[in-house]
């Protein structure tokens, strides 16, 4: 990352600002102002779709951008957000039709019962005023007043400081706000029914909030903005490097976090039609790094062996502190971690999936760049993380894209080839759960078979000509093709290469890998796992029978495995909810046996063995 | 007070600034730098002790300074501090000569036995450093490791951001300081020797620290500065009026505390030989105008009837909150307040001196501009606050001034009239002990009768002729001289007047009434008094037979009135050495029972009574 000043970025017409590296993508500092813009073509510059019109010195158009553009649209500034990249201070005006919504954001979890215990609680109070014969201090006055309903009251001095001009303006009648025992807020007049908090999963590339009503349990409103820290780097490597390495980079990265859940709560409170000044609780769940840079803690032994949290116990602070504009005294809950690499969001998995011991033998697998796995038997549970890569978040590989329309995200090989896109749009390129679905279909035709290994075009005659006319060869060797440039909606044909084929026995080797791994050291096997629980986007798009074909998962029956959604998410919102929850998500952290994969030989040798795909004989035999 | 801008002022050598209302004078804005200029002569300009050297535009000298300082030095920029108002920015040299020393501040007061007990501990800790086999999070790390030692440890957000490096800088030998079981610091290598605190005495007019080693209980040194704030109001009335009317008022006497606080600290730090990041834990007694104020509190509710505090408990905050330079997460406890006018001082004072019922009957007051007074009996404590006026600090006397060198401190009169000054020097005023002192022998001698009218020079044949020439008629009515202007250091006789003798009455019948208020609440009588303790400055000073004498107190046994010094700063001190007492102090607090004057005739009554000066018959009829 460059050592080099930040460029300001202004996008119009509400004047929204955001400070960017030069050398920044416009459609990445749009992201990073929560400005989205439409990218189905993955940024390769062929859709047009990301249109935005430019005032301030740029660099010249790219190859794609003239194919793309118009004399005239490069003559009156408009260019492609996904190609332009920042080299000065200018502003943007993103179109109507350029913008995006986030497309696919995972945000349902399933959400088990639990009670409603949140803390926070509210009471309504008629005070006597004070008089010479009552001289009674604001505090005491109130807290005499609650005593007398069983309730004990410690002082807040921020809340103290304006007490008594709130006092008199409320002319006495006014509701307190609690935190346990803590006065976090003295509102006018009788506001007991208006009490919220928001459950946040922070993730590297989204963030999800929800709305929930802290006196009925009831789920409000979702809303989610893709993480603008992207705009400091893509992954967490990257972001721990420019937090440790740039100036100021760990404060950017934090109040970029911040911006992005303020965003959030006002999305929500507009939507709900609620004040955000009503909110006196959020929960955070995300990965160690990501609550680290939110809380403001020294990441730099995240980034280098053996990358050691400064803390794993959960934090509690005042919503100001971090910047949240709730109910300035509102508490901020961030979840206990485990290790390094398997943060709260996974310890929000397993709380709201394996709590329960019914002594059953459980595996909940998250995967993304990062791949966390729990496994849940005997009573114990066993944790790790292994780096997949980000082939199943679409790239790396030569089509790949996110789940964003036009994506591939199925593929059936019959007699001939057929797809279904996200949003049934023109495919454009091909998302994680469309790879591994394509794969699967290619092993059982025969077109890649158990090592890898794709069939060249002079060995396909068995394959109907319909299918055998899209083994190709180029000159980057054999590639399988899914979308004839005429099919396809960016203009190129999309293909699937012998690389991609490699890139993806990498990524499902190891998490595979890791989760023989974990299977192993707790003394049982396959046929053992009662339930493999799906957790995440990919987790929840992925075509079950696909992932067990490519070997991804253990070959269980079908039914056993179940997609959990936004799992972390849900664990925030329980943890939301109930305090008892928060104990217990303490319990799950404190008492889970991480396992440092790169210190044991026998998740290398599991490593080389499950990089193969299993033939079908051995799926049959299970 | 005026909305005007302030005015910079800057004292060298050393250039430390503080910012005045224009007006202001030069010696009240060097106090408020911590820079004390002399002043013997209370501020009249007749004693040339206080020549200061202005560079900048000042207003013209009085007729004061014309008479004290020559032409040249008036053309060479000297001036009287004590004369010389603020009218624009100006820097000033204070000579060798003019500085003082802050002059019998009254840090001692009787310690008792406590438990050592602060909630401040310290733990050197050989950790075992990160490796890949063992990635545990530095925090847990610690906290695995007090927990063989039955210590649990929980982590404090500001001390876990900075934890990573410290424990690598430290090499993994690390000291652990907790307060309580909150984690606030964490030191490389074996600190654990250095363990200090500072108990602060805040008075309206002087600060007062004590530093304490919290592993021994040894007081270490103590400091004293005059109180800045006074530059901003002499009195509490007038430091609300600025606090509330002035914009940024009250964020000014909050910096001027804990500037002086900082200074003291930074003394105590010198003297003792130790680092300001050793101290971990403050106390803070002060009246409640003193605390809100410290606390940033609005003070606006205790500047109008009824007087109402915002709070009354005890309230904790980590030094960096409040800008006091300690380890930054050190603990600062404010004791807790009675009322609006009987604050945690007065607590201090029971604390420290009333807190053990013994069946006895026992009243502590604290006589200054503001008497408070605190009565034990049957097992429960009356408290009340009473306004004194300023004659006990030798304010509103014609020849009054503080307890400085030059001050008559007592008074005989016998067949000639006698005196002492401090420091012997010769007299230039009297202060509150000497005003008691000469009104008591003059009660005595019949120069003043019950009512306090003074005898006319025609009807004191009677007396010695040394003493008789002394009654004189001026324009002014009767005085009574106690030093002539030849006998006198400033030039001028020092007298008293009739309506000195008037100012006296009042403040004296004001306190007594108040006590007799008490004793009658609680159902008790004079008689019953076991003890009275005089707590603070005056009550050091003062000759308690010519207390007595005047009626200031109850007339009972001479050995049964104690003066107990600053107790106020000696339960500082014991809530500083021992949680126990803080939560003593906090029942102490809550158990009192607060008597408002103003709405009881009782006291009323008892005023008019009190005003009167007991005859001799009635003090032997006791």
New interface residues.
Partial sequence: MSKNKLIKVIFEPDGMDVFVPAGTLLSKAASAAGRAVEAPCGGMGTCGKCKVIVSGVVGEPDVAERRALTEEELASGIRLACRTKVVGEISVTIPESSRSMVQKILSQGVLRECALMSSVTKAYCELAA???????????RL?VYLEAQDIQL??N?NV??????RM?SGDYKVTAVMYGDELIAVECGDTTEQCYGIAYDLGSTTIVGYLMNLKTGDEMAVSAVMNPQVVYGDDLVARISFATTQEGGAQMLQSAAVDAMNRIASDLAASAKIFLGNIYKATVVGNTCMSHLL????V??LGQ?????????D?T?PAHELGLEFCSEAKVVVLP?I??FVGADTVGVMLSSMCEDDGTTRLAVDIGTNGEMALLHGGKTYVCSAAAGPAFEGAGISCGMRGAPGAIDSVVIGETVRISTVNNRKPIGICGSGLVDAVAQMLDAGIVDDTGRMLSPVDAGFLPEAVSQRIIETERGVEFVLATKQESGSGKAITLTAGDIRHLQLAKGSIHAAIQTLIKTAGTSDDQLSQILLAGAFGNYIRVESAIRIGLIPPIDREKVVSIGNAAGAGARLALLCEQETALARQIAHKAR?L?L??LPDYQMELMERMMFPSAMELVGE
């Fill in positions: 004070p008089t010479l014969e009552d001289e009674r201090a604001e505090f005491e807290a410690k002082p001095l103290i400081r304006g007490l008594s001009s008199r809380l403001g803690i020294d730099s032994s062996s053996p990358y050691v949290p400064s803390v794993c116990s934090i602070l971690n290790a390094g991480h440092e790169a210190v």
